[in-house]
């Protein structure tokens, strides 16, 4: 049996226009247009939706992962978006891991694996 590829993610947000212009800020600043943020080969889309609540009551449920080939560069534009950190970063025998946050609380992280995972 094939593998299934993964290729988007929704977010829903009370917030959802300030949310993505948060998203497209930070991760895609050279992204124009509505619909879904283009990252790489995956998605990102974020909807405006009445059945959640205005913040993550537990961020650390589910993480978007991003793999980087250098995690200094992301660490700086991530700085310069002004992101809030919730652990910098942190080297670990897998490789260097930080994690922030969005203004809902979800969790994000840019990870440098030691070896890229196959």
Do not use: C
């Amino acid at each position: 049996m094939p593998t299934m590829p993964a290729g988007s993610i929704l977010l829903g947000s009370t917030r959802a226009t300030e949310l993505r212009e948060w998203y497209r800020k930070v991760l895609a600043p050279d992204h124009t247009g509505d619909g879904p943020i283009v990252l790489g080969q995956f998605m990102l889309v974020i909807d405006q939706r009445d059945d959640v609540g205005d913040a993550n009551p537990e961020p650390g449920r589910s993480i978007l992962n991003f793999h980087v080939d250098d995690f200094a560069v992301f660490e700086t534009q991530l700085d310069a978006a002004g992101v809030e950190w919730v652990a910098r970063a942190t080297d670990r025998p897998a490789g260097r891991f930080g994690t922030f946050k969005d203004p809902e609380g979800n969790y994000l992280q840019i990870i440098q694996f030691v070896q890229a995972p196959h």
